[in-house]
């Protein structure tokens, strides 16, 4: 070996490091810890520090443009780098939503809300004729809402779903943690909510026992989950026997609407009816479609004219908590996001107040 390359004599050479590449790592709360596919990098100029996406898996792109970056940093300052190679508005939409896709799986996420949003942000970008991230500008968003014609409900749930794609811990995962959210600031629609109008004590609980006596099998299961425990039909057909507990039904984050998971006590009536069908494995194992058009007809021969036959015994389940409980106990059992949506939909339910004992 040379004895001048400096090896043997034991003199190295220093060099400055410019810059760290790494791809981040994000923790769960069941300890797993998943690490994004794309590189970002690391480095300070003049006392400020700063972490940024390269938008890549591939290393050697992610070097070079970390090089660029770098540079242009050094070079322009931290204000001539606003608009650099690394900019994440030339990425095309369909590429986000693959991204988004693997993240999101891995995060965790309903299969259900991933593909909400999925449609949701195609939807807007094919209206807009949006082709890339960059197209997606606030104006451009405000104007298609002002233009469209959805109903307001409607429309404040488009931009809800397709506004996931770009949340904060989404874009971490992804590994563009500089990627803005179009949706963030937007004006969207008011909502005049009109309060459930409940119907009398006596006939929801004749409505139980009706539906616990003629109901059969899985629609009975159905029935009983959605009146006796309030659960939203998404709840129901992803709940297993293992969540159904003697005095309680537990709902797990995965599988809740919101990720807001909840304990929810049930009565004699309840646990009687759940009791002998106790098993293994889903409690709807059969077809969840069939399941549902049988418990909606059914519910339709009693006299529930509501759009959403099912849905509406989680109201009647709504006002019975509200009565006995108050509105706050109400909301938790609900699994409603804040107190507000709970009092807006049973607003009126208490009619006679109590008088304050001193």
């Not at 791809?23 to 300890?31: H, N, Q, T």
């Not at 709940?239 to 995965?254: C, G, N």
């Amino acid at each position: 070996m040379n004895p001048n390359s400096g090896i043997e004599s034991g003199n190295t050479v220093s060099r400055k490091k410019r810059f760290d590449l790494f791809r981040p790592v994000s923790a769960k709360p069941d300890g797993r810890r998943i690490q994004s596919a794309n590189w970002c990098v690391r480095f300070q100029h003049k006392g400020k520090r700063t972490c940024r996406s390269l938008g890549t898996a591939d290393y050697r792109l992610a070097t070079q443009r970390a090089k660029q970056l770098v540079s242009s940093v050094r070079q322009h300052g931290w204000a001539g780098a606003v608009a650099l190679p690394t900019s994440q508005g030339s990425l095309a939409i369909a590429s986000l939503l693959e991204q988004y896709h693997r993240s999101a799986l891995s995060r965790g996420h309903r299969p259900t809300s991933i593909a909400h949003a999925e449609k949701d942000l195609r939807r807007v970008a094919r209206e807009l004729g949006a082709r890339r991230v960059g197209d997606l500008t606030p104006a451009a968003l405000q104007y298609w809402i002002r233009e469209s014609r959805l109903k307001p409900i409607t429309l404040r749930s488009i931009l809800k779903n397709a506004g996931a794609v770009f949340a904060r811990r989404s874009v971490q995962a992804m590994g563009m943690g500089e990627l803005q959210n179009p949706f963030a600031g937007l004006v969207r629609p008011k909502v005049d909510r009109e309060p459930f109008h409940a119907p009398p004590r006596s006939w929801i609980m004749q409505l139980m026992r009706q539906g616990v006596k003629e109901l059969s099998s899985e629609p009975r299961l159905a029935f009983v989950l959605a009146l006796g425990a309030g659960l939203r039909w998404g709840e129901i057909i992803s709940l297993t026997w293992e969540d159904v507990q003697r005095e309680s039904v537990r709902v797990a984050a995965s599988k809740a609407k919101g990720r807001r998971a909840r304990v929810i006590p049930i009565g004699c009536m309840v646990s009687e009816a759940l009791g002998p069908a106790q098993s293994q494995g889903a409690v709807i194992s059969s077809n969840a479609k069939e399941v549902h058009r049988a418990l909606s007809a059914w519910l339709k021969a009693q006299g529930v004219t509501d759009a959403k036959p099912v849905h509406y015994l989680r109201k009647c389940y709504g006002s019975l908590a509200v009565g006995d409980h108050g509105i706050f106990v109400a909301s938790k059992l609900l699994g409603h996001s804040n107190i507000t949506l709970t009092a807006s939909t049973y607003a009126g339910q208490v009619d006679e107040l109590p008088a304050v004992k001193f």
